[in-house]
């Protein structure tokens, strides 16, 4: 078997660390880029490390930033009292592209996993308690994922949450918006009968 | 439902295959190692999208190949629909139904409903409740999608409160963390209980049924042994056989498992582990009206464990979904007159796949197997 040059296997090995990316896609990330001009190359090489540079995690929300505070945390526009606390700062990303929503964000930074030896301490979770005692905040809305580590870190937090006297609300579950009753699966026509709401 | 064609590609000792079966029953016979069970495992494959026969997907690959690939067409009453799945060693395993990727593999489990049946079966009423549970488990994850997210969730709850359980420590936050695992385990749990004990009283009454016509007079039934007890409170001793529509109650059911847990709380942080839940149950066999675990002679072992499995394919089929019958080397274990009575029985229900090491004798079957295959070396031949 012919192996690569060596510093061509050491860009392949540190292309397939990535996420989602095999062997196979990091050999022809690889050959892409020797294919390119050498420009090219020092222009990603150079946006790889300002990113990983100037990016850091804003002191109030966790989102990823340049300036701290960042943008969603000082813009005046935004309701202040109103938080949305979600898993990672992808999430908020998500969010923002439906323009629905005006408050602010808390990253926790993780779900509650045993398993993973992820327990509160690792989690963002004093920070948001830190915020509603100090913020006058009106409601926390919990937008994690309806999954097991989902549902039991957004009961965690509104223990928490409860005596501090802030409403606690979660994300909906239910139909997808333009879907068919008919092609709805059973699990997701279920929830949306029990979260059924009144006309 | 049924499977009109099969399709191996680098699976087992097959480079490539392609079968065309009947509706009924269908035959495969041929020396040991030969390939037949394979031909079964790669049924189970198409149906819920694993080994049935226990094996871990990279071993199913044909030696030396990097993965394997298996393939169906099913007829029912509607279009025919076509099934791929392909596994990619170290990695992926892909599904389409109708050229259409599926976003999740748990998707698949459902549109072809099989029924397992090997050797070590025979014994599923004497060992421990481990293989029964599982017997359930796999006929109700087939039918209700539901069921099986809320298996999985449990599954996965269970791991994490025992995980929580075990780094436990006085303290508030220690026990908060429990807590919010308890809530997810008796959601979860409660979901798995209420639907095992809806489906019991099908699933008894169809072993009942089948037990008579293979053994005569004998009356086989089924009842829930809950960790949680289901009676507790209402009064009066544990009731007998399938309990009542009210403990079928999901919140019911939910109730007293919290009951139950708390009950056993400081034991269960003292152990470091959960030992009350849907995953502690068993599914207790009576013969008029005895556990049958406790007493049977191997015969009436044998003799229920056929009952329990063609019941199980019983309940598959409820809706007339229809299911197919995988019976693996079981005429082996089995006398005459019990492996004439399973033949007939399952070829007169709809499509099976039976494996053995010798033709079909004469006189275990009333009428000719619909189809029957001579397997020898990876090779199929239709006879």
């Not at chain 2, 069970?37 to 094996?55: D, H, M, P, Y």
């Not at chain 2, 470091?272 to 007493?295: A, I, K, Q």
Request: hydrophobic fraction near 40%.
């Amino acid at each position: 078997m012919i192996s690569l040059p060596p510093a061509l296997e050491r860009l392949v090995q540190m292309l397939s660390r990535l996420p989602g990316i095999g062997r196979k896609s990091a050999t022809r990330i690889a050959l892409r880029l020797l294919d390119g001009s050498e420009a090219e190359c020092r222009e990603l090489a150079r946006s790889i490390v300002e990113a990983r540079e100037r990016t850091r995690r804003c002191s109030i929300c966790g989102g990823l930033t340049e300036d701290d505070p960042c943008a969603i945390c000082t813009d005046v526009r935004r309701d202040e009292r109103l938080v949305c606390a979600v898993e990672r700062s992808s999430d908020i990303l998500a969010l923002e592209r439906t323009g629905r929503f005006r408050g602010r964000y808390h990253v926790l930074g993780g779900l509650l996993s045993p398993l993973d030896g992820i327990g509160p301490e690792n989690l963002r979770i004093d920070l948001l308690l830190e915020r509603t005692r100090s913020g006058n905040l009106s409601e926390i809305i919990l937008a994690l994922n309806p999954t097991a580590e989902g549902e039991a870190t957004a009961l965690y937090v509104a223990k928490l949450l409860a005596p501090l006297g802030v409403q606690v609300t979660r994300l909906a579950s239910g139909l997808p918006v333009g879907g068919d009753l008919d092609l709805a699966d059973e699990l997701t026509l279920g929830t949306a009968i029990e979260e059924r709401r009144e006309l | 439902m049924w499977l009109r064609t099969l399709r191996l590609e680098n699976f087992r000792n097959y480079e490539r295959l392609e079968l065309e079966l009947s509706s009924s029953l269908n035959t495969f016979f041929g020396p040991n190692g030969s390939g037949k069970t394979s031909i079964l495992e790669a049924v189970s494959f198409l149906a819920v999208a694993r080994s049935l026969r226990g094996s871990g997907d990279s071993e199913v690959a044909r030696w030396g190949e990097a993965g394997f690939g298996v393939g169906g067409e099913i007829v029912s009453d509607g279009p025919a629909r076509s099934i791929t799945l392909r596994y990619a060693k170290g990695g992926t395993k892909d599904v389409t139904v109708d050229g259409e990727p599926l976003a999740k593999l748990s998707n698949l489990v459902g549109v072809l409903r099989v029924a397992w049946f090997c050797p070590e079966d025979t014994w599923i009423t004497k060992g421990g409740p481990a293989a029964r549970r599982k017997l359930v488990d796999l006929t109700l994850c087939q039918i209700d999608r539901p069921y099986l997210a809320a298996l999985s969730n449990y599954r996965r709850a269970l791991r994490q409160r025992n995980e929580a359980l075990l780094a436990w420590t006085p303290d508030e936050e220690s026990e908060r963390v429990v807590e919010v695992w308890t809530d997810r385990l008796i959601e979860y749990g409660s979901r798995v209980v209420a639907t095992r004990l809806t489906m019991l009283p099908r699933f008894s009454e169809a072993v009942s049924r089948f037990q008579k016509l293979v053994a005569g007079g004998d009356e086989l039934t089924l009842r829930y042994k809950g960790s949680v007890a289901l009676d507790a409170g209402r009064g009066g001793a544990p009731a007998e056989g399938p309990p009542s529509d009210a403990a079928l109650d999901e919140d019911l059911v939910a109730e007293r498992f919290r009951d139950a847990l708390e009950r056993r709380g400081d034991e269960e942080r003292r152990r470091g582990y959960t030992v009350v839940g849907p995953h502690r149950d068993d599914l207790e066999v009576l013969l008029n009206g005895r556990v049958l675990r406790s007493f049977g002679s191997q015969g009436q072992h044998r003799t229920a464990a056929i009952a329990l499995k063609l019941g199980e394919a019983a309940v598959l089929d409820t809706d007339g979904h229809g299911v197919v019958v995988l019976l693996d080397d079981i005429l082996s274990e089995l006398d005459d007159r019990r492996a004439g009575a399973l033949v007939e029985l399952v070829g007169g229900h709809g499509q099976a796949l039976l494996t053995s090491t010798r033709p079909m004798p004469d006189g275990v079957v009333g009428g000719e197997p619909a189809a029957s295959f001579r397997v020898e070396a990876g090779e199929v031949v239709r006879q």
